[in-house]
């Protein structure tokens, strides 16, 4: 007996065949369009920063920051310059920052006798920072100090953060940021993360806003990451609601911007003719490290 093949049977096996193959094409360019999406996701921002953190490579930035305690009264941090990098991180820094209070600031600080002080305080200063030793210039010096120096040399303080609240040139700050994301679409990042948390990864926000980490309500931070297509931080904007555990509110944002990474930098300290110590101006410059960024 014969098979018999109807044309009708044939022309659907064909359909049947066609679809199949079909659905298999579509299925394999819907891979190939993802790749590129799936790629630029793929790069690891963390591993990217830590491969960036090479002794003699660095980043420029430009930040802004504000701090305001309610009723008025903030004042404005801004800060530019260059970052040097080492295996662990930043290890020195060439920056000017300026410092400017609020109207109702300045006229509370007036009424207390400190419109001197005041005045001094906003005037410009260049920080070099290395090792333990920061490196102050600017013209609130120009009367204090002898002809011929111009650097106040102060011991045993801290690098200048590129963010007051989130320092991302620390690994395991970045680290936590990722972990704690609400979204990331794309390059950019968003996400919240509380201070009791954020106190324990990183050195940089303890050592400013430990206060503010055991405090009920409990602290936050929001933010928002953009990176670059190899997953290097372009920027972070961050703001934090900060409830000091004696019951005072501070309200902080922040805006820092990252360029050039991986330049070659060179951070060269003043020469030790032109510094004196703060020991030996006691008195006539402030006991710590003027401005309120480092």
Known sequence: MHKIVRLSDHFQGNVMKRTVVGVILIAGLAQLVAVPAQAARGNDPVEALRAALTRGKGVNIVATAKSDHGGGVFYTLDLDGTIGFGPQGEIASDTSQRMQFSKTMISALKKLGMAEELAVDELPLRVISSGYDDYVSGPRFADVLPRGTSWVRYAYTDLPASNPLLEVLEPATLKALLAHRTSWRGGVVKGMITSDKLVKISQSFASRFLGYSRSKPVSTISYTLRLSTTGL??????????????????????????????????????????????????????????????
């Open 233 to 294: 931080v372009e920027r972070v904007t961050a703001k934090g609601v900060l409830h000091h555990w004696k019951g005072s509110v501070l309200r902080v944002t922040s805006d820092t911007r990252f360029s050039t990474w991986g330049r070659q930098v060179t951070i060269a300290l003043p020469l030790q003719s032109e510094v004196l110590d703060q020991g030996q101006l006691e008195g006539k410059v402030p006991y710590e490290v003027p401005g309120a960024w480092n």
